[in-house]
């Protein structure tokens, strides 16, 4: 079980990340896009984490025996935590004006690939 400094680290580390991967993916850069994108994998996941170290699960934890991507459960859980919460927060947040669905998923998409990946390589 992961304790709330390493969760935090993590979570960290992921909008880090998906920070990187925003502004580098869209044009033109937004500050408003690249901060939900990086909000959204920290929340997600932190959110994640978060209940699985409050029910105590520890099975999500177990690697995939594949050497270049052992990814877990948890790992997985990370990155569709942090899709879904950034899609709702570019929904609602700065790009709540509409005819941005493919926005919204290319920026929603890279945060969940950059909290899975933090997850399977990082922590």
């Known amino acids: 079980m992961l304790s709330w400094s390493t969760m935090i680290y993590g979570a960290t580390l992921s909008a880090i990340a998906a920070s990187v991967l925003v502004a580098v993916a869209i044009k ?3 500050v408003s896009l690249i901060a939900t994108g990086a ?17 105590g699960e520890t099975s999500f ?3 995939a025996p594949i ?3 052992p990814a ?4 997985t859980g990370s990155g569709v935590f942090s899709i879904a919460l950034t899609a ?3 929904g609602y947040g700065p790009l709540s004006g509409g005819g941005a669905g493919r926005t919204v998923a290319t920026i929603a998409s890279l945060a ?12």
Request: cysteine-free.
């Open 28 to 30: 033109p850069r937004r």
């Open 39 to 55: 909000a959204g994998a920290f929340l997600g996941s932190l959110a994640w984490n978060a209940i699985l170290h409050d029910t």
């Open 61 to 63: 934890f177990h690697d």
């Open 67 to 69: 050497g270049v991507l």
């Open 72 to 75: 877990s459960w948890q790992d």
């Open 88 to 90: 709702l927060a570019l």
């Open 112 to 123: 969940g690939v950059a909290a899975f990946l933090v997850d399977v390589y990082l922590y």
